[in-house]
């Protein structure tokens, strides 16, 4: 499976996908019992996810990790697909990313953070912008 082919709402998702970044955790309590979440985002060579961490796996879990995630699932948060391990889900390492993009010029992630967020200058060229009803600017 790809991450092109994930559908919201879609169950026994098996994948494996490359760590491109791991955000800061948060805490919660429900039913009166702490836990802990975290974002990732994740990608293959058809795209990029955000993948939710849920407790110990937010240790675990690394940039340039390549991880295997067995029966997952994929849901939906204002509009924006997100795939998680959910109740029944495993997530394992399975190595490292195939290639450090960050080692090759010619390698284009797009994420759907905000470059403001990041404080990094936004470097865009003509052919970068793609034309799109689906996406929001």
Known sequence: MQ???LKPKQGNVDITIDIVDVGEAREFQKFGKPGRVA???AKDETGDIKLTLWNDDIERVKAGDKVHLTNGYVNEWQGEMQLTTGRMGKL???GKSDADSSKEPDSKIRTNIPMEESGEELNVEEEDIEDSDDEEI
């Open 3 to 5: 991450v092109k082919d």
């Open 39 to 41: 974002n990732a985002i």
């Open 92 to 94: 394992e390492i399975v």
